[in-house]
């Protein structure tokens, strides 16, 4: 499982890189192509023209899932 590290993107048409630090930061880029939302939540793409308008610069960091043991059974939760 993967936990989103960094919320980012740069928009192809003005160059402007733009990041999510919260759960409903919703920013534009400069020219308004392209938006981020989500923070660490959640990863959220807005485009007024093509999904190509921008170049993804998420990073993520993998989660090792704890295990615990109820009636002899495993059942895996991630933290």
Do not use: W
Request: glycine share 6%; aromatic share 12%; proline share 1%.
């Amino acid at each position: 499982m993967e936990k989103i590290k960094i919320n980012k993107i740069r928009c192809k048409r003005c160059g402007d890189i733009i990041e999510s630090k919260t759960v409903h930061d919703f920013k534009f880029c400069k020219c308004g192509a392209v938006a981020v939302d989500g923070g660490k939540e959640y990863l959220r793409r807005c485009f007024i023209n093509t999904e190509d308008d921008y170049e993804e610069l998420s990073e993520y960091e993998k989660r090792h899932p704890k295990m615990t043991f109820f009636k002899n059974q495993i059942y895996s939760f991630s933290s």
